[in-house]
């Protein structure tokens, strides 16, 4: 699609988010120069990413060892002995 300026992406956001819906990517320009560029999310979208990026942690918190009070506890003492 190539280079829109700011001012034209304004009045313009509409078609051209139904654009970059369709697969079309362009660049914003200020007095000409590019700026930024807009381009389709994937079609797993960013939700889907970030659900493969971190394991399921459960089994290895619950082997964790748990020593003294609850860090809720210990936020709460503190609070009460002005330390913060």
């Given at each position: ?5 700011v ?34 999310l994937?079609?797993t ?20 060892p748990?020593?003294?009070?609850s ?8 609070r ?5």
């Amino acid at each position: 699609m190539g280079a829109i300026d700011v001012k034209d992406v304004i009045v313009k956001m509409n078609s051209l988010l139904d654009a970059v819906s369709r697969g079309e990517s362009f660049e914003i320009a200020r007095e000409g120069v590019p700026v930024a560029q807009v381009v389709p999310l994937s079609k797993t979208g960013p939700k889907a990413r970030n659900k493969k990026r971190m394991p399921d942690l459960t089994a290895f918190r619950a082997s964790l060892p748990v020593s003294g009070k609850s860090l809720t506890d210990a936020l709460l003492d503190m609070r009460e002995q002005n330390r913060y």
